[in-house]
């Protein structure tokens, strides 16, 4: 059976659709502010690999989607943060935002910055960007420096090794793909024994 090799194919074949930008737009909105939401790498990467040439216009649509959503994301914790305290809590994130202020306190723009480029939940900051009121200008510049560094980055990597690399990743997809389920069932052991 070539469960995770149909996968790819399938999320390959989506990535060439007309319509597969405006997913990716709302995708990148909603995910700098809804918990819990995955990341716009996940449609980036395959529709920059199935079309390289379009690659920096999808890095620049999941940016500016990004940014947008990290405003809404400021805007809740400034003002609706009552309201998403609970959801934090439940979803567990509640320990990730305790440090994510503690950060805020220490660093302000810089914290934002990393948050843009790292794997930790963007969300995250930018509801403790809005709690803080950490001055929108200066969250704004790191949200953009941070978001597009990380989007660019995976966009233009793909677009330039992606095609060379692509047979051998098909080769090894279900290998790769078992691994990881493997990998997260025994992080996720560990973590509750």
């Not at 995955?38 to 649509?61: C, E, H, I």
């Not at 309201?83 to 990730?96: D, F, K, T």
């Not at 095609?163 to 090894?172: D, G, K, M, T």
């Amino acid at each position: 059976m070539q469960l995770f090799e149909s996968i790819y194919n399938a999320v390959i074949r989506f990535s060439r659709r007309n319509d597969a930008p405006y997913y990716l737009s709302l995708l990148s909105f909603v995910e700098s502010f809804i918990l819990p939401f995955p990341p716009p790498d996940v449609m980036l990467a395959p529709m920059s690999l199935a079309q390289p040439a379009r690659a920096l216009r999808f890095a620049t649509l999941t940016l500016v989607f990004s940014v947008l959503g990290g405003l809404v994301g400021y805007l809740i914790g400034a003002f609706l943060f009552d309201l998403a305290e609970p959801l934090i809590a439940e979803w567990g994130y509640q320990s990730r935002f305790r440090t994510v202020t503690g950060w805020f306190g220490q660093w302000g723009f810089w914290a934002v910055l990393v948050a843009g480029f790292s794997p930790v939940p963007y969300k995250i900051f930018t509801i403790a960007a809005g709690v803080l009121n950490l001055a929108i200008i200066p969250f704004l510049l790191a949200s953009i420096l941070g978001r597009g560094a990380r989007f660019f980055l995976v966009a233009w990597c793909l677009a330039r090794f992606g095609p060379a690399i692509e047979s051998r990743l098909v080769r090894y997809i279900e290998i790769i793909g078992w691994a990881i389920v493997v990998a997260l069932l025994l992080a996720i052991a560990v973590y509750y024994v």
